[in-house]
T-cell receptor, first 109, second 113 residues
Framework: RKEVEQDPGPFNVPEGATVAFNCTYS??????FFWYRQDCRKEPKLLMS???SGNEDGRFTAQLNRASQYISLLIRDSKLSDSATYLC??????????FGKGTSLLVTP | EAQVTQNPRYLITVTGKKLTVTCSQN?????MSWYRQDPGLGLRQIYY???????DKGDVPEGYKVSRKEKRNFPLILESPSPNQTSLYFC????????????FGPGTRLTVT
């Protein structure tokens, strides 16, 4: 079975800290990569797509390492509102998305 | 407002009583999908549809049926629910041809006793 693996955490960090999550995937033929955010008992929402060259959106930076088959998410200057579960998502065939189990982040005052 | 809606949001039912969870999107998306989310297991895909009358199994299709008679609607049918189908269910849609951003509905919390 093809897998998407994440450290479940929780990651407890103070406001203003920098935190990084990694995610590994097992299928080298994977084509598309995403980070989704899910707040407690709410629906997942796209945080950002992950491109081969790496990409940044404000305080968030995503990186892809195809050789080692992992993607990462870096959050700088953490805010209380960043507290959520971050889902690593990989597509390797057709339209289906494969979700990791998520990494829980708690940002404390 | 662009959105995916699901109904009902909460449902408690008994084993064996057929139920349908509706899903509708107003974004003219080709691709729609159903997921279930369970503690420790994450989101798992049940069924998906790439367009009207085109559906296919995801990772955990047993005990579920779907139909796609109209582009905007993608109901999930449990013909004979069992307690192991107690879960949080999400419907999602996206613009087709590639795994673009998926927009999720608010979720349906189902309890089967």
């Amino acid at each position: 079975r093809k897998e998407v693996e994440q450290d479940p955490g929780p990651f407890n960090v103070p406001e203003g800290a920098t935190v990084a999550f990694n995610c590994t995937y097992s299928n080298s033929a994977s084509q598309s990569f995403f980070w989704y955010r899910q707040d407690c008992r709410k629906e997942p929402k796209l945080l950002m797509s992950v491109y081969s060259s790496g990409n940044e959106d404000g305080r968030f930076t995503a990186q892809l390492n195809r050789a080692s088959q992992y993607i990462s998410l870096l959050i700088r200057d953490s805010k209380l509102s960043d507290s959520a579960t971050y889902l690593c998502v990989v597509n390797w065939v057709g339209y289906a998305l494969n979700f990791g189990k998520g990494t829980s982040l708690l940002v404390t005052p | 407002e662009a959105q995916v809606t699901q109904n009902p949001r909460y449902l408690i039912t008994v084993t064996g009583k057929k139920l349908t969870v509706t899903c509708s999107q107003n974004m003219n998306h080709e691709y729609m999908s159903w997921y279930r989310q369970d503690p420790g297991l994450g989101l798992r895909q049940i069924y998906y549809s790439m367009n009207v009358e085109v559906t296919d199994k995801g990772d955990v299709p047993e005990g579920y049926k779907v139909s796609r008679k109209e582009k905007r609607n993608f109901p999930l049918i449990l013909e004979s629910p069992s307690p192991n189908q107690t879960s949080l269910y999400f419907c999602a849609s996206s613009l087709g041809l590639a795994p673009h951003e998926q927009y999720f509905g608010p979720g349906t919390r189902l309890t089967v006793t």
